[in-house]
C-alpha cells in the first residue's frame, strides 16, 4: 500500500464533468489500495472572475481581504470532488488550507508554507477514506487566510506529500510529462520518462510551464517524488528524482527557451569597481528583474562594455534608466534589442562532460545563427540569439544532440569526442 | 457611542454597485462615531448558483460538503464589502463564522448557533476598524464548517449582537420595515413603528416572510433591540421590542395570511382517547408538518370529527395517508380542500380586550365571507375561508380594526366595546 498525493490543476477541474472523471481516476488508484489525498486549484476561470470583481471595487484591493476572496475558488472545487467521490461510493472528507493546518507566513498573496500538520488527515486516510485539500491556501498564526500566490497550488501538493512522508507526488496537468523541448517548434520533441530535480529547475525557469519552480525546490529539498502527469491521458508522465535514482545517462535532457527577453548594453563605462552596482542599483529599484548578466574583460586599459537582458514588458523603462545612469557614468553609448531569445541546453549530465558548448555552438553555426551572448551555469549552457532563429535554433540543437532518441547521440558514450 | 449590528441581505448585496452603497452607508454610521459590525450574506442568486452545482454532482449532496461549498458565498461578499470600505478610508476587517467562532452544533445545513466569542471583534471595534462577519456560517466543535439553513444570516447578525452585547441589531432588506399587512393585498397598509418579538413571531411565521422566525426568537430570549429597515430608502423602519418598551397602545398590530394551506377533515371517527395520534401519528412519519388541529365535541354519543391543515404541497400525500388511517378508524368519510387561506388578526393588545373575535367575524359576515375554521391562540385569531376570499378578507378585517390609522380604532380604547 502507497500514500500517494494527487494535484489536480483548474483545467481538469473546470467543469462538473471534468471533476467526476478525476473522481473517477482518483477512485481507481483507491481501488489498488492506495491511500489518496488530492489536492486541488481552483476551477478554471474563477479565481480571475474573483480577482475582477475586487477590482472593480478597488484599484488594489486589500491584500488579507484578496486572499479571503480567492481561496474560495478552491474550497469550492474541493466540496464538488468530494461530493463526486461520495458518489461513486468512495468515502472522501474535504480540508480547506486553515482546517487542515497549513500554516504559511503572513505574506497575503504569496506566502510561503512554514509547516503541515498532517496527524488529522493521517486519520482520515486509515479509516479509509480519501482526503480532499484546497491548494494555493493556508492559515497563518494569527488565524488569517493566505494564498501562496498563483500557482501555488503545486506547492501544496509537494509539502502535503512531504508532510504525510508521501511514496509519490503526481501532478496531473494539460500535458503527458516533460518533453526534451516544446512539441510545437520540433515535432520530434520527446517526453522525458526521468529529468532530475536540478534539470527540471532549469527547465522550469527558462519557460517550459508544466510546473510551478517553488514546487520543485520543494520537492528537491525533501525529497519528495515528483511525477508529472495528464489529466485527460493515460501513461506513466515523467518522473523527476534525485540525481542518483536517474538511470539514463544522459548528457542533455532538453533545451529550454524564452522568448520573452531583451537585452541591454551600456558601451565604454570606466572599468572599476561599483559600476556594476551603480548600473544595476537603479534597475532593481525599480522593480525590473534582470536575468542574465555579463561583463566581458575590458575592450580597453580604461572601459569595458556591460550587457544583461530583461522582461521584454520592462525593455523601455530599462533603456531609460540605463540612460541616465549613463550620463552619470560617462559611458559612450547604450545600446538595446528586444527582438532576441534566449535558447538553453539543460542537462545534469553536462557536468562531466567536455565538448558540449562546441558542438552546441558549431550547430548554431553550421545554420548561420549568430550568436549575441553566451552564460553558462552547471548544468545548463545558454545562448541569446535574434527572435527569428529561435525556432531554426532549438530544432538545430535538438537533432544534434539526438533529442529525439531515447538512446541517444546525447548520452555520455556519443558525445564525448565533440 | 453605540454598538450597531448590520445585516444586509443578498438583493442589499447583489452587485458590485450595492456593495459600494453598503459600504456608504456602513461609513456614515460610523462617521457618527458608532462602533458597526456588518454581518453578510452571499450575493443573490450566488447560493442558488452553488447548490445547482452540487446537485449536478450528487442527487443528494452531502451535508458536510455542501456546507463547505455554500459559505464561500458569504465568504465573497465578506472580502469585497471590506475592500469597498478601505476603498473609502474606512478600515475593515472581515472574518468566517469559523474565524469569529459562532461556534453551532453539528447539524450541517441547518445548524443551531451555541455561542460566539466577541473578544477578536471587540479588539478590532475598539481599534477603529468596521468588523464585517460572514452571515449564515459557524463552525463546530469538530473544525467543521457549518450553516444555519436558508436565512440563517438574519439569526448569525442577533446572535452577534446578543454576544457584543450591542444597542441595536438592524435587519436591512428590500422592505421598509413590518407593515399592518402586505400593502400588494391592502395599498392602505401602514407602516408600523413598533411592534413585540410576540406580535412579530406571528406574523413572521403566518407569511409575512421578513424576517426569519429563529432570529426572532433568539431576539427575544436575549433582549436584543431589532430594527427592520430598507437597504435602498432612508428612514426608521420597525423597530422589533419587548412590550413594556410598546408605547402604542394597539390590540391589532397586523393582519397575516397564508396562501399555502389545505385542510383535511375525517368524519365519523370513534371518539375516544389515541385517535388523534392515530390519524396524526402517520402523518408526522411522512414529514408532513401540520399547522392547524381542530377537534369539536362529539357530533354524536359515539363519533366526532377531526380536521387539520397542511402544507399545500403536502395535500395529496397526507389525503393518501389518512385514506388508510380512516379505513383502520372505520371512519365515515374523509373530505379535503385545497383551495383554502388562512387569515389572522395579531396583536398582543387583545389578550386584554374582549370582544376583538367576535368584531372580526362580523367584518367577515358582512362580506358575505363564510369561515370555515377557526383558531385562536393568546395573540393572535386565526380564520380559514376559501381562496377566492383572501383579499377581500384582508382587506375588510384591515377595515374593520382601522389599520390604516396610526391613532388607530385598533386601539383599546375604541374597540372594547364589541
Known sequence: MSLIVQKYGGTSVGSVERINAVAERVKTWRDLGD?????????????????????????????????????TGEQVTIALLSMALENLGCPAKSYTGGQVHIRTDSAHCKARIRDIDGVRVKADLDAGRVVVVAGFQGVDDGGNITTLGRGGSDTSAVAMAAALNADECQIYTDVDGVYTTDPRIEPRARKLDRITFEEMLEMASLGSKVLQIRAV??????RVPLRV?????????????????????????????????????????????????????????????????????????????FTFTVHR?????????????????????????????????????????????????????????????????EIKISVVVDEKYLELGVRALHDAFDLHLADSAATGSNSASN
Open 35 to 71: 491511500q489518496v489525498v488530492v489536492v486541488v486549484s481552483a476551477m478554471s476561470g474563477e479565481t480571475d472572475r474573483l480577482i475582477a470583481l475586487a477590482r472593480k471595487i478597488q484599484e488594489r484591493p486589500n491584500p488579507r481581504e484578496m486572499d479571503v476572496l480567492v481561496s
Open 217 to 222: 525546490e520543494f520537492a528537491g529539498k525533501y
Open 229 to 305: 502527469l495528464s489529466s485527460f491521458e493515460a501513461g506513466e508522465g515523467t518522473l523527476i528524482s534525485l540525481e542518483e535514482e536517474t538511470v539514463e545517462d544522459a548528457v542533455i535532457s532538453g533545451i529550454a527557451f524564452n522568448r520573452d527577453e531583451a537585452k541591454l548594453t551600456i558601451l565604454g563605462v570606466p572599468d572599476q569597481p561599483g559600476v556594476a552596482h551603480k548600473i544595476l542599483g537603479p534597475i532593481s529599484d525599480a522593480n525590473i528583474e534582470v536575468d542574465m548578466i555579463i561583463q566581458n574583460i575590458a575592450a580597453d586599459e580604461a572601459t569595458t562594455d
Open 313 to 377: 514588458n520592462d525593455y523601455e523603462r530599462a533603456r531609460e534608466i540605463l540612460g541616465s545612469a549613463a550620463r552619470i557614468l560617462a559611458a559612450r553609448e547604450v545600446l538595446g534589442d528586444d527582438e532576441i531569445v534566449k535558447i538553453s541546453l539543460v542537462g545534469v549530465g553536462m557536468r562531466s562532460h567536455a565538448g558540449i558548448a562546441s558542438r552546441m555552438f558549431a550547430a548554431l553555426a553550421k545554420e548561420g545563427i549568430n550568436i549575441r551572448m553566451i552564460s553558462t551555469s
